[in-house]
């Protein structure tokens, strides 16, 4: 099955770390590009819950996705890892096909996080039988949508591929928020994952 990411990744936790670290950043990036990151989550939606989803949860479940989840803290990794493990399954992901802002990128590069295990909100997994059918759905609703892989039954592995690089995934413990804020609104994880 095709797996989709909705809208773009690590949008919250890029406007919170433009806030916070707007000093630093303008010292590097023309101040126009950190105010922008610094705006992305002004009209994002609260997070959901499951009575109410974001509307691309709700579109993917309406047409028929075999999953469907908003994710938000421990970043878009962590969302493929948990989504496989729900799933029974292994997946293969393109890393460049996952839909990232180029100010995420910068913010990130300059303060030495991780974008792929950065809080974000507003944006969800989706796995559908037909990626270009749920893509055109999305779209329709105004919702950027990409396919960044597949699910696969062969075996559990959660592959990451960049070019000729194949990589694992890694079950998430802190978002990167905590990392480099060292907030407890940012949280730790501590449960136990069986992989």
Not at 44 to 64: C, F, K, M, Q, T
Request: proline share 3%; charged share 30%; hydrophobic share 35%.
């Amino acid at each position: 099955m095709d797996i989709i990411i909705s809208k773009y990744i690590g949008i919250r936790g890029t406007a919170i770390l433009a806030r916070e670290r707007y000093s630093e950043l303008i010292s590097r990036y023309p101040e126009w590009l950190i105010d922008e990151a610094s705006c992305f989550d002004e009209n994002l939606p609260e997070a959901s819950n499951d009575l109410e989803p974001i509307e691309d949860v709700r579109i993917a479940l309406e047409n028929g996705a075999a999953y469907a989840k908003e994710y938000t803290e421990f970043g878009i990794f962590e969302a493929l890892f948990q989504m496989a493990k729900t799933l029974k399954c292994g997946i293969r992901v393109n890393i460049k096909d996952i839909p990232i802002k180029q100010e995420t990128v910068e913010v990130c590069e300059f303060l030495g996080v991780n974008p792929y295990a950065l809080f974000s909100g507003s944006s969800a997994v989706i796995v559908t039988e037909d990626g270009a059918r749920m893509i055109s759905l999305l779209e329709e609703n105004g919702i950027l949508g990409r396919i960044v892989g597949y699910t696969t039954k062969e075996d559990n592995d959660k592959i990451v591929i960049n070019d000729e690089e194949r990589g694992f995934l890694q079950h998430i413990r802190k978002d990167e928020l905590k990392n480099i804020l060292g907030r407890r609104d940012y949280h730790e994880r501590t449960d136990s994952i069986n992989c």
